[in-house]
């Protein structure tokens, strides 16, 4: 009787530790407050001019680093840095993506602003938020479907230039920004083009999927949407 006491409280006490790792891992990846009252949108379109995919790339779907058309631009592709949450947009022709228009790819409010140190000294907060990523703006959007009231969030980084203030109401096809890259921030040196995320939880902006312990597809899943499909589905 004594040993199956002890193994029941032993089993209480691993369950509530469970129970409060969870809750602190759901804290620490949830650090952006939800706007509440924001206007549903009417629809999506594309982030980048002209609200299509016109001109620009789509990448295929991800297959495994080994595989010979392996492509670390495709949503869900598994890297050395993690698993990939974006679609990073390039330009169909090759040419330079940088300076193309950035759209808000629906009706919104702008929710996080991260400042790189090398475009925005003024603005940069002084911390390590654009590493790896310069410029990044996180505009919350709410829709309704089917009748049910859904938000998801709109990634946009490496961008060359920020043209929204944190909690600016925006418009669908207004523009917030425009394609860069990294400036060599931290070490980092990405090429012109948009790293663009769509996330169904509210993660700060430069949240990074390895970083806050999302090491399999189907974690990342909990919290990422495939951004093209989304979008063609979701259509004013």
Known sequence: MKLIKICLL??????????????DESEEIS?????????????F?????????NGWREPPDAVPETDPNFDPSSFLAERSDGIHPAIDFYKEDGSDAGGSE???????????????RVTYPDKHDGGDRDEGWGNLILIQHDY?????????????????????ELYQSVTRGQRVGLVG????????????????????????????PQSIGLNTVEAVLQHYTHPLEFIRAHRP
């Open 31 to 43: 650090m952006i407050s939800i706007v509440e009252n924001n206007p549903p949108t009417d629809g």
């Open 45 to 53: 379109d594309f982030p980048v001019m002209p609200g299509e995919m």
């Open 102 to 116: 950035l759209w808000a790819i629906g009706g919104g409010v702008v929710v996080d602003i991260v400042y790189d």
């Open 144 to 164: 309704v479907e089917s009748g049910v009231n859904k938000r998801v969030y709109a990634q946009y980084a490496h961008c060359q230039t920020i043209e929204v």
């Open 181 to 208: 890259g990294t400036n060599g921030i931290v070490g980092s040196n990405f090429d012109n083009h948009l790293h663009f995320e769509l996330r169904t939880t509210n993660l700060k902006a430069d949240a990074w």
């Open 10 to 23: 032993t089993l209480l006490v691993l369950a509530l530790f469970s129970c409060i790792m969870d809750s």
